[in-house]
């Protein structure tokens, strides 16, 4: 009786566990969907109790630029990496998932064929590169964490269904477990038997294993962060620091905070001497904008009626989908030109019919007033630190060539998720 229970308490904690991952994962379908409000009144709560504590502000934090594009080669590669391993693991899991499913109904034995010839948990295996992936897409800090656990509960359950193996089919499965590796080829798992010698068998072996999982898993995470924030190109000037979204605009930072500062000086702009100051700099229908401020329902994606869309171009198109603008997805369902809705559509409102949108000279400057638990002067990446407050102040429309400002707008002290953590990177 009682193992029978401490099976069933393994498989439910196992699947509380997986289903927590998925949640957490598939905040970003949601986030751009219209069930986007549901979903909130329900976790935002669990976000904004995050953010109270220092030790836990850290997970609702991003730690790969999801609505920058990769400056460097090495980001952008794992961004496509990241896709690769969402499209794969779903597609190879679905493929095992088949195989052993069939396998028990027509009743074939042991699923030693395909992948299983070479690993005993595929299933497992493809579903921990998928959530890889899934982590990439959606970095958030908590996707990681509940990733970790994933692995963890994998680990647990991969034994557990092993030790029943073991009692059904016996010395086959015996053999089969000699010659097939757990969860990487056999070849490749041998590489790492010097772990067997570190961690010595004990009671302890299994929670000494899942911390090492959880140690490796998050701190990869702040690893990446790491290497993200050295490689974002700031400028700064006095209490002023400026981000390009794009990384080819980076040549017009300098320039663009010596409008800004101009603009200030002439009183069209109000910053205080006293306050550090976080400028995003993109084009002015960049659809990522509204998590940073709200500028308008168009940049309300949650509002947008081209989820699905939206969606597969993020998966299937890494960085196209950043470039792409809100009218573009409109003009591919209404078979238009994307150039000539994008014109027609800009939030700048510009009549230029001879303008070439690829090469557009406007840029839209949006300041966050920066707050530090500690009160010091920040710049650079120190702005975008866990216990830093990003508050929206104005979006400023400027002309990148000319150094003219076309319109300062005061915008709500919010996003368009209002008190949502979104992404800083």
């Known amino acids: 009786m009682w193992k029978k229970l401490k099976e069933k308490a393994i498989k439910l904690t196992a699947f509380a566990g997986i289903m927590l991952f998925f949640i957490v994962a598939f905040e970003i379908m949601i986030m751009i969907s219209p069930f986007a409000f549901f979903f909130y009144s329900v976790f935002n709560p669990v976000f904004n109790w995050l953010g109270q504590f220092p030790a836990t502000r850290w997970l609702t934090a991003f730690f790969l630029p999801h609505m920058t594009l990769p400056p460097t080669l090495f980001l952008r590669t794992v961004r496509i990496a990241g896709s690769v391993f969402f499209v794969l693991g779903a597609a190879a899991f679905i493929v095992c998932a088949l195989q052993v499913y069939l396998g028990k109904l027509f009743k074939w034995g042991i699923a030693d064929k395909g992948l299983y010839r ?139 905070i010596q409008t800004i500062l101009q603009g200030e000086r002439d009183g069209k702009i109000k910053l205080s001497d006293n306050n550090n100051y976080l400028a995003y700099m993109m084009p002015a229908d960049y659809i990522m904008q509204g998590m940073i401020a709200d500028t308008g329902g168009e940049f309300h994606l949650f509002k947008q009626h081209n989820t699905f869309a939206m969606i597969s171009e993020w998966v299937l ?20 030109d994307p150039s000539i809705a994008r014109r027609h559509h800009c939030p700048i409102n510009i009549d230029e019919p001879a303008l070439d949108c690829n090469a557009c000279p406007y840029r839209r400057v949006i300041i966050d007033e920066v707050e530090n638990v ?52």
Do not use: C
């Not at 999982?213 to 209490?239: D, H, Q």
């Not at 989908?321 to 003009?331: C, E, I, K």
């Open 118 to 256: 070479y690993v005993r948990h595929p299933q497992y295996l493809l579903l921990g590169i998928w959530g890889i992936g899934m982590s990439i897409l959606w970095p958030r800090f908590i996707v990681l964490a509940s990733l970790s656990v994933m692995f963890v509960l994998y680990y647990v359950l991969a034994k557990d269904e092993e030790k029943r193996m073991r009692n059904l089919y016996g010395e086959s499965y015996e053999k089969y477990m000699s010659n097939t590796g757990m969860f990487l080829p056999k070849k490749v798992e041998r590489y790492f038997s010097f772990m067997s010698h570190v961690i010595p068998k004990s009671p302890l072996r299994h929670v000494v294993v899942s911390m090492l999982i959880i140690t490796a898993v998050i701190g990869s995470g702040f690893v990446l962060r790491t290497i993200t924030l050295r490689s974002l190109p700031f400028e700064a000037n006095t209490n002023l620091t400026i981000l390009s979204l794009l990384p080819e605009d980076a040549a017009m930072n300098a320039s663009a």
């Open 317 to 336: 198109h890494p960085f196209e989908h950043l470039r792409n603008s809100p009218s573009f997805h409109m003009a591919k369902m209404h078979n238009v």
């Open 374 to 425: 500690n009160g010091k002067r920040l710049s650079g990446s120190a702005l975008l630190s866990f216990g830093a407050t990003r508050t929206p102040l104005y979006a400023i429309d400027l002309n990148a060539r000319t150094g003219a400002i076309v319109n300062v707008v005061p915008v709500k002290r919010a996003t368009a998720w209002v008190d949502v953590p979104t992404p800083s990177i």
